[in-house]
């Protein structure tokens, strides 16, 4: 039978197919969000047929996959991704249940190492054709370890496909709250003239998670939190933050005002510091002499006219008192401070990623009563509290888009390209790691080069 939807996995018989992949596509299927001809062919290495793959998956997914489903939509093809010779098996498959109107997505579920002999692969066995929008190439992070091998990769893949056809995906941006940022920015009338650095006193990014590296010692070690964390889901961040008005909420007219943003950064280096979780070192893997930071703060500025002069506070690390990401804009005293002689908060906006999605407004408010004494109170909207039964994931939205040729959630080159230039410019200054137990012994130093708390 003809398919409407091919979805094709190298790398399927990773945790991320396992545990983010295949449920998502289950969901969108049962939601009858995507075509009921659907077909999924899972490429690997290991000598399995789909009715073992597909049992093999079920043990290393979070939670019991569809199995009945799964087994008519998956394809277990046993290849090597890096021999080019074995792409006969899986483009004579693939063209027998294909027309040309066929969606055909090609994900590359491994690592980027891989990413240059599996591209070329598939351009020289014409499973791609340059230029055919109904072929699209999905890409995971990390994409690139710094500027230069990022642009390498980069430069590889133009070799092959067209920009259009490239989709390069920073999860973070498929959250239901970091899709949010710009409704809230953009859509309500009453932070629209007071988003610049007039009315903002300082902005905060914060990604804290309270497990440490869960096995993942191989990709880590390299990598570390800069890399990880900030390169990528911080940066998006910042610039959904800090971004310009842009001209339509069209994918290439935001990623124009993002990039701007990120273009105009800079930080302070004396603000910097890095951290790495007591018992790091004896973590399974790690390197007994390893100097990879586990946590990162700094202090950024965007020197845009909307918004130079506002620090940033960007803070993430491994390990700490809690698993919390949210952003806090804080905004500046209100200028009857002085009349009210009261002490009065400053106004605050929460956009709160994990673990439960929402956005808190804090004010200030009269106590109830015969006093005119002062109370903070927080206006606060839990999304999953609301929705919890259609609350979707990063990776179901992310899919969907790909099905739909929409591109506003995945990361543009110039995007990449300069948030590892700025990467690269703090890795080049060399802190003197500060060993942790938990936050109790980073917020105090945070305190002494900024005066802000981060707890
Ligand atoms: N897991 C997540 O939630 C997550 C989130 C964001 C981004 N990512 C990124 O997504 C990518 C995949 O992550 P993962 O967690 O699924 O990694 P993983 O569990 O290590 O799986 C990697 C996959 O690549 C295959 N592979 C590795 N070396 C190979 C080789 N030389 N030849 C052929 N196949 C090879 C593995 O096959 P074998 O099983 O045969 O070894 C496996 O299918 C990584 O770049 C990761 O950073 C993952």
């Known amino acids: 039978m003809k398919q409407d939807l091919i979805l094709t996995i190298f790398g399927s018989t990773g945790d991320l197919t396992a545990r983010k992949l295949l449920p998502a596509i289950t969901k969108l299927y049962k939601q009858k969000k995507i075509p009921n001809r659907t077909m999924i062919y899972a ?89 055919n929008l109904n072929q699209s190439i999905i890409f995971e992070k990390p994409f690139g370890y710094d500027l230069a091998s990022a642009k390498s990769i980069n430069e590889m893949l133009w070799n ?31 932070f629209e003239d007071v988003w610049h650095n007039r009315t903002i006193k300082n902005v ?15 990709y880590y070690d390299q990598s570390g939190a800069l890399r990880d964390m900030v390169q990528s889901h911080l940066m998006q961040i910042m610039s959904l933050i800090a971004m310009d008005v842009p001209l339509s909420y069209f994918s290439e007219d935001v990623k124009d005002e993002k990039v701007k943003v990120l273009h105009h950064l800079s930080f302070d280096a004396d ?36 918004f130079k ?14 698993k919390e990401s949210l952003i806090i804009v804080e905004f500046e005293e209100t200028s009857e401070q002085r009349k009210w002689n009261l002490p009065l908060s400053t106004n605050k906006l929460y956009i709160k ?50 099905t739909q040729n929409h591109k506003t959630l995945f990361t543009r080159w110039d995007e990449i390209e300069s948030s590892w230039h700025f990467i690269d410019q703090i890795k080049k200054h060399q802190k003197t790691l500060v060993q942790y137990a938990s936050m109790d012994d980073l917020d105090p130093l945070i305190r002494e080069k900024t005066g802000e708390s981060m707890q």
Do not use: W
Not at 120 to 131: A, F, T, Y
Not at 162 to 180: A, P, S, T
Not at 309 to 322: A, C, S
């Open 43 to 131: 490429l690997g290495r290991r000598d399995y047929t789909t009715e073992v793959y597909l049992n093999q998956m079920n043990e290393q997914a979070f939670k019991p996959l569809d199995l009945k489903l799964l087994s008519r939509l998956v394809t277990y093809v046993n290849m090597d991704i890096t021999k080019v010779s074995d792409y006969d098996l899986i483009k004579n498959q693939i063209d027998s249940v294909k027309q040309e109107s066929t969606r055909q997505l090609f994900y590359l579920a491994i690592g980027p190492d891989l990413f240059p002999i599996v591209s070329k692969n598939i351009s020289d066995s014409d499973l791609v054709e340059i230029g």
């Open 160 to 190: 092959y496909f067209d920009e259009k056809q490239i989709y390069r995906i920073d999860h973070y941006l498929g959250k239901e709250m970091i899709q949010n940022i710009m409704m809230v920015r953009f859509a309500n009338r009453i």
């Open 204 to 218: 905060k990014i914060i990604a804290k998670e309270d497990e440490g590296i869960l096995g993942r010692a191989g």
């Open 271 to 306: 603000s910097l510091i890095l951290g790495q979780y007591q018992g790091y070192l004896d973590e399974k893997g790690i390197h007994e002499d390893s100097k990879t930071e586990t946590f990162v703060f700094f202090k950024a500025s965007v020197n845009t006219p909307r």
């Open 309 to 322: 002069g506002v620090p940033f506070y960007l803070m993430t690390g491994k390990k700490l008192d809690k």
């Open 353 to 402: 990623i994990a673990p439960v999605d929402g956005v808190g407004l804090v004010l200030n408010s009269k106590v109830p009563g015969l006093t005119d004494d002062v109370e903070t109170v927080e206006l606060e909207y839990c999304i999953a509290c609301n929705s919890y039964k259609n609350l979707s994931e990063a990776y179901e939205k992310l899919l969907l888009d790909c």
